[in-house]
């Protein structure tokens, strides 16, 4: 049963840090691109990050590149997103996700067919 768990969001100031980390059970992390989304209430989903099965490419959207890092670690069927200069907008549910597509990932934008329960953020200024 594929099964994601997302933990570390919270509350934090403008300019804050958080790291959010998914534990991802029932298959193989290393066969997939991963990647990050986000929702807030009343708007579209929003890709945020998606990484290559190995780690060694990665995307971003245009509104979290450069604060935003994406890893993984295959070993420990994890990935992360390190989230650095938070700002007010970047207030959402935030949910790591699987890529239908396999290893590699189409951009930023993820064929998702998997996701967690996501993990609230909030940003106050």
């Known amino acids: 049963q594929v099964r994601m768990v997302e933990s570390g969001g919270g509350s934090v100031q403008a300019g804050g840090s958080l790291t959010l980390s998914c534990a991802a059970s029932?298959?193989?992390?290393?066969?997939?691109?991963m990647g990050w989304f986000r929702q807030a209430p009343g708007k579209e989903r929003e890709d945020v990050a998606s990484i290559t099965y190995s780690g060694r490419t990665t995307y971003y959207g245009d509104s979290v590149r450069g604060r935003f890092t994406i890893s993984r670690d295959n070993d420990k069927n994890t990935l992360y997103l390190q989230m650095n200069n938070l700002k007010p907008e970047d207030t959402a549910m935030y949910y790591c996700?699987?890529?239908?597509?396999?290893?590699?990932?189409?951009?930023?934008?993820?064929?998702?067919?998997?996701w967690g329960q996501g993990t609230q953020v909030t940003v106050s200024s």
């Open positions: 029932g298959y193989t992390l290393n066969r997939y691109c």
């Open positions: 996700a699987r890529d239908e597509g396999g290893p590699y990932c189409n951009g930023v934008g993820g064929r998702y067919n998997y």
